[in-house]
């Protein structure tokens, strides 16, 4: 396993070079012009043209390409056009909030998406069952959008139990409605997925085995076919996570969640190009070790996967 993980982190190498290759490419030929977008209606030609040299915005794209490569092999994503800062420290700084929200949202995917979907398989075909997927759909269904507003004007506006927007003091009261909203569609795709999954597993050998030896129905669906059908539901629930990790943009536009995905944002609209860079860059590493941990992970939970080597 530990050879299959150095193999995979050697890999990322030639991956995050063609992701910072591309981004530095699109940026640079896509219309627009960053300095314009910093000086706003009020400029001056001489201003143009320092803040371009200082830019190195007049330079040919491959002697930019050529400085840009050099920072980062001294991991130096650049300074911001906008604030002037090192790129680096602003993602250091807001990371923490995105991990926090991450965390909190794929928690309550996994706590109540795994819990309907496993009450649904177990309830296969009653009420409950076509309540609770019925439901998923729901979830699956609603815009992150749409449903941010309505518990902001449910929990904060009407009810006022919960602050709208914002970090705060780093209360947990701050966390919870961006945390719903962000953890609503992958519990409800977290739960179809357990119950399709629990359902192929109830029919295999090992499970009517276990019932002829008298094993109760929680105990059959919980230790045996729910264990055996975590692989999609670990699949679901890594890409998931890696994606709330990259920054959850409308969330965090949604509830002013001080994070990585709002960061983004508003350097897309500013066209801060270092910052865009760098926040991709960044993100690109935090899927690749999110797909690595969810490979080992395989292995972990399934001794019959074998790693590194093709499926006989």
Known sequence: MLAYAVRRLLSFVPLLLGVATITFVLLHVLPG???LSMVGE???????????????????????????????????????????????????ERFPATLRLAVAAMSLSVLFGVTIGVL?????????????VGGAVVGVSMPVFWLGVLLIYVFSMRLGILPASGFGNGGLAYLVLPAVTLAMASTAYVARITRSSVLDEINETYVKAARAKGAGEARIMVRHALRNALLPIITVVGVDFGSYLSGAVLTESIFAWPGLGRFT?????????????????FMAILFMIVNLAVDLLYARVDPRVKLGRPAS
């Open 33 to 35: 012009d960053p300095v």
């Open 265 to 281: 944002l508003d350097a897309i609209m500013k066209r801060d190009l270092p910052a865009i860079q760098g926040s991709v860059l």
């Open 42 to 92: 009020r400029y001056d030609a001489e201003t143009i043209a320092r803040l371009r040299a200082e830019m190195r915005l007049d330079d040919p794209l491959y002697v930019r390409y050529g400085h840009y490569l050099g920072n980062l092999v001294r991991l130096d994503l650049g300074n911001s056009y906008v604030t002037g800062t090192p790129v680096w420290d602003s993602i250091r």
């Open 120 to 132: 649904a398989a177990w309830r296969r075909g009653s009420a409950l069952d076509y309540l609770l």
